[in-house]
Protein backbone atom coordinates (compact mmCIF):
# COMPACT_ATOMS: atom_id res chain seq x y z
CA UNK A 1 0.00 0.00 0.00
CA UNK A 2 1.66 3.59 -1.21
CA UNK A 3 1.10 5.88 2.20
CA UNK A 4 3.64 8.60 0.67
CA UNK A 5 0.38 10.33 -1.01
CA UNK A 6 -1.49 12.54 0.80
CA UNK A 7 -3.39 13.94 -2.08
CA UNK A 8 -5.42 10.78 -2.30
CA UNK A 9 -5.94 9.93 1.37
CA UNK A 10 -9.67 9.91 2.30
CA UNK A 11 -10.17 7.33 5.32
CA UNK A 12 -8.06 7.68 7.87
CA UNK A 13 -5.18 7.89 5.60
CA UNK A 14 -6.23 5.02 3.12
CA UNK A 15 -6.97 6.07 -0.14
CA UNK A 16 -10.03 5.88 -1.92
CA UNK A 17 -8.94 2.94 -4.08
CA UNK A 18 -8.04 0.93 -1.35
CA UNK A 19 -11.10 1.49 0.34
CA UNK A 20 -12.84 0.54 -2.48
CA UNK A 21 -11.19 -2.73 -2.93
CA UNK A 22 -11.42 -3.40 0.57
CA UNK A 23 -14.96 -2.85 0.54
CA UNK A 24 -15.50 -5.39 -2.30
CA UNK A 25 -13.06 -7.78 -1.06
CA UNK A 26 -14.89 -7.44 2.53
CA UNK A 27 -19.00 -7.72 0.87
CA UNK A 28 -17.58 -10.59 -1.43
CA UNK A 29 -15.97 -12.82 1.66
CA UNK A 30 -19.56 -12.34 3.63
CA UNK A 31 -21.47 -13.33 1.00
CA UNK A 32 -20.39 -16.46 0.39
CA UNK A 33 -21.69 -18.78 2.53
CA UNK A 34 -19.57 -20.24 5.33
CA UNK A 35 -19.19 -21.40 8.84
CA UNK A 36 -20.65 -17.87 9.76
CA UNK A 37 -23.45 -18.31 7.88
CA UNK A 38 -24.15 -21.77 8.25
CA UNK A 39 -24.03 -21.19 12.02
CA UNK A 40 -26.61 -18.68 11.51
CA UNK A 41 -28.91 -20.05 9.61
CA UNK A 42 -28.88 -23.22 11.84
CA UNK A 43 -29.73 -21.15 15.32
CA UNK A 44 -32.66 -18.98 12.77
CA UNK A 45 -34.39 -22.00 11.70
CA UNK A 46 -34.38 -23.32 15.28
CA UNK A 47 -35.38 -20.52 17.32
CA UNK A 48 -36.40 -17.45 15.10
CA UNK A 49 -34.64 -14.30 13.95
CA UNK A 50 -34.56 -12.38 16.78
CA UNK A 51 -32.94 -15.42 19.04
CA UNK A 52 -30.57 -15.55 15.82
CA UNK A 53 -29.74 -11.84 16.96
CA UNK A 54 -27.73 -13.10 19.78
CA UNK A 55 -25.99 -15.79 17.18
CA UNK A 56 -25.05 -12.74 14.70
CA UNK A 57 -23.73 -10.80 17.99
CA UNK A 58 -21.34 -13.67 19.05
CA UNK A 59 -19.81 -13.84 15.57
CA UNK A 60 -19.45 -10.30 14.72
CA UNK A 61 -17.95 -9.98 18.78
CA UNK A 62 -14.95 -12.97 17.50
CA UNK A 63 -14.14 -10.64 14.27
CA UNK A 64 -14.39 -8.05 16.88
CA UNK A 65 -11.53 -9.83 19.02
CA UNK A 66 -9.27 -10.63 16.18
CA UNK A 67 -9.50 -6.74 15.09
CA UNK A 68 -8.47 -5.84 18.51
CA UNK A 69 -5.66 -8.64 18.69
CA UNK A 70 -4.36 -7.11 15.22
CA UNK A 71 -4.17 -3.89 15.96
CA UNK A 72 -2.51 -4.26 18.99
CA UNK A 73 0.18 -6.35 16.75
CA UNK A 74 -0.50 -9.85 18.02
CA UNK A 75 -2.15 -10.99 15.19
CA UNK A 76 1.33 -11.99 13.51
CA UNK A 77 1.55 -13.85 16.70
CA UNK A 78 -1.68 -16.46 16.07
CA UNK A 79 -0.17 -16.62 12.18
CA UNK A 80 3.12 -16.99 14.17
CA UNK A 81 2.16 -20.22 15.67
CA UNK A 82 -0.38 -22.24 13.30
CA UNK A 83 -0.38 -25.68 15.06
CA UNK A 84 -1.64 -23.71 17.95
CA UNK A 85 -4.34 -22.47 16.30
CA UNK A 86 -4.92 -25.80 14.60
CA UNK A 87 -5.21 -27.26 17.66
CA UNK A 88 -8.47 -24.39 18.45
CA UNK A 89 -9.48 -25.04 15.46
CA UNK A 90 -10.02 -28.84 15.74
CA UNK A 91 -11.87 -28.43 19.07
CA UNK A 92 -14.02 -26.20 17.42
CA UNK A 93 -14.84 -28.32 14.79
CA UNK A 94 -15.99 -31.33 17.11
CA UNK A 95 -18.22 -28.88 19.22
CA UNK A 96 -19.78 -28.09 15.94
CA UNK A 97 -20.14 -31.33 14.89
CA UNK A 98 -21.38 -32.47 18.15
CA UNK A 99 -24.27 -30.00 18.49
CA UNK A 100 -24.82 -31.34 14.50
CA UNK A 101 -25.29 -34.81 15.42
CA UNK A 102 -27.42 -33.57 18.47
CA UNK A 103 -29.57 -32.09 16.40
CA UNK A 104 -29.93 -34.97 13.94
CA UNK A 105 -30.79 -37.22 17.10
CA UNK A 106 -33.48 -35.37 17.70
CA UNK A 107 -34.84 -35.03 14.51
CA UNK A 108 -34.80 -38.88 14.09
CA UNK A 109 -36.09 -39.37 18.27
CA UNK A 110 -39.81 -40.94 18.73
CA UNK A 111 -42.15 -37.66 17.97
CA UNK A 112 -44.85 -38.93 20.31
CA UNK A 113 -43.11 -36.96 23.01
CA UNK A 114 -43.45 -33.76 20.93
CA UNK A 115 -46.74 -34.07 19.31
CA UNK A 116 -47.53 -30.94 20.52
CA UNK A 117 -48.60 -28.50 17.15
CA UNK A 118 -46.08 -25.69 18.15
CA UNK A 119 -42.99 -24.59 17.76
CA UNK A 120 -40.04 -24.87 20.07
CA UNK A 121 -39.14 -22.37 22.69
CA UNK A 122 -36.47 -20.51 21.88
CA UNK A 123 -33.01 -21.37 23.31
CA UNK A 124 -31.44 -19.14 26.04
CA UNK A 125 -29.99 -15.71 23.80
CA UNK A 126 -26.67 -16.78 26.15
CA UNK A 127 -26.22 -20.31 24.73
CA UNK A 128 -26.51 -18.95 21.02
CA UNK A 129 -23.91 -16.17 21.63
CA UNK A 130 -21.53 -18.41 23.49
CA UNK A 131 -21.91 -21.30 20.39
CA UNK A 132 -21.21 -18.52 17.97
CA UNK A 133 -18.31 -16.28 19.36
CA UNK A 134 -16.81 -19.97 19.87
CA UNK A 135 -17.16 -21.01 16.26
CA UNK A 136 -15.95 -17.85 14.85
CA UNK A 137 -13.21 -17.67 16.85
CA UNK A 138 -11.92 -21.17 15.54
CA UNK A 139 -12.77 -20.23 12.14
CA UNK A 140 -9.55 -19.78 10.29
CA UNK A 141 -11.25 -17.46 7.71
CA UNK A 142 -12.00 -15.09 10.32
CA UNK A 143 -7.96 -15.42 11.51
CA UNK A 144 -6.43 -14.36 7.99
CA UNK A 145 -9.09 -12.15 7.50
CA UNK A 146 -8.44 -9.57 10.55
CA UNK A 147 -5.12 -10.53 11.22
CA UNK A 148 -2.99 -10.59 7.58
CA UNK A 149 -5.63 -9.08 5.02
CA UNK A 150 -6.56 -5.91 7.62
CA UNK A 151 -3.27 -5.18 8.33
CA UNK A 152 -2.46 -5.38 4.33
CA UNK A 153 -4.94 -2.69 3.87
CA UNK A 154 -4.25 -0.90 6.61
CA UNK A 155 -0.78 -0.15 5.84
CA UNK A 156 2.38 0.17 7.97
CA UNK A 157 2.88 4.13 8.15
CA UNK A 158 1.98 6.19 11.53
CA UNK A 159 -1.63 5.56 12.21
CA UNK A 160 -1.77 1.75 11.36
CA UNK A 161 -2.68 0.73 14.39
CA UNK A 162 -6.19 3.59 14.33
CA UNK A 163 -7.06 2.21 10.64
CA UNK A 164 -7.19 -1.32 11.32
CA UNK A 165 -9.55 -0.38 14.06
CA UNK A 166 -11.77 1.35 11.35
CA UNK A 167 -11.12 -0.92 9.09
CA UNK A 168 -12.49 -3.68 10.98
CA UNK A 169 -15.35 -1.77 12.21
CA UNK A 170 -16.34 -1.15 8.54
CA UNK A 171 -16.10 -5.28 7.86
CA UNK A 172 -18.41 -5.49 11.25
CA UNK A 173 -20.93 -2.94 9.89
CA UNK A 174 -20.80 -4.95 6.39
CA UNK A 175 -20.90 -8.28 7.38
CA UNK A 176 -23.88 -7.93 9.39
CA UNK A 177 -26.89 -6.83 7.11
CA UNK A 178 -25.60 -10.34 5.09
CA UNK A 179 -25.64 -12.33 8.08
CA UNK A 180 -29.33 -10.51 8.69
CA UNK A 181 -30.60 -11.68 5.57
CA UNK A 182 -30.01 -14.97 5.68
CA UNK A 183 -31.42 -15.05 9.37
CA UNK A 184 -34.59 -13.73 8.30
CA UNK A 185 -34.41 -16.32 5.09
CA UNK A 186 -34.17 -19.37 8.14
CA UNK A 187 -36.47 -17.80 10.20
CA UNK A 188 -39.45 -17.40 7.32
CA UNK A 189 -38.49 -21.07 6.79
CA UNK A 190 -39.22 -22.03 10.25
CA UNK A 191 -42.48 -20.41 10.12
CA UNK A 192 -43.49 -23.08 7.32
CA UNK A 193 -42.80 -25.93 9.55
CA UNK A 194 -45.51 -26.31 12.28
CA UNK A 195 -46.34 -29.29 14.14
CA UNK A 196 -44.30 -32.69 15.52
CA UNK A 197 -43.01 -33.37 11.77
CA UNK A 198 -42.06 -29.96 11.71
CA UNK A 199 -40.26 -29.53 14.52
CA UNK A 200 -38.21 -33.11 12.95
CA UNK A 201 -37.83 -31.15 9.80
CA UNK A 202 -36.05 -28.03 11.81
CA UNK A 203 -33.98 -30.09 14.03
CA UNK A 204 -32.45 -32.21 11.05
CA UNK A 205 -32.27 -28.94 8.89
CA UNK A 206 -30.29 -27.19 11.48
CA UNK A 207 -28.24 -30.16 12.30
CA UNK A 208 -27.23 -30.30 8.80
CA UNK A 209 -26.19 -26.53 8.89
CA UNK A 210 -23.82 -27.16 11.94
CA UNK A 211 -22.21 -29.88 10.52
CA UNK A 212 -21.58 -28.59 7.35
CA UNK A 213 -20.33 -25.27 9.52
CA UNK A 214 -18.20 -27.83 11.13
CA UNK A 215 -16.81 -29.24 8.01
CA UNK A 216 -15.88 -25.82 6.43
CA UNK A 217 -14.00 -24.53 10.07
CA UNK A 218 -12.47 -27.69 9.18
CA UNK A 219 -11.23 -27.29 5.63
CA UNK A 220 -9.64 -23.65 6.12
CA UNK A 221 -6.01 -23.32 7.30
CA UNK A 222 -4.10 -20.38 8.17
CA UNK A 223 -2.39 -20.49 4.65
CA UNK A 224 -2.07 -16.91 3.83
CA UNK A 225 -0.19 -17.22 0.72
Not at 42 to 64: D, E, F, K, P, W
Amino acid sequence: MDTATPAHLTFFGISSAWLAAFVTTSTLLNITPGPAVMQVVGHSMVNGARSGQASIAGILSANAMYMALAALGLGALILAVPQLFEAIKWCGMAYLAWLGLKSLKGAWADPVAGAAATLPPPAPAWSLYRQSFLLQGANPKSVVFFCALLPTFAGSADGAPLRIVMLGLLAIVIEYPVLLAYSLAASRARQWLQGPAGRRMLDALAGVALLAAAGSVVSTSLRVA
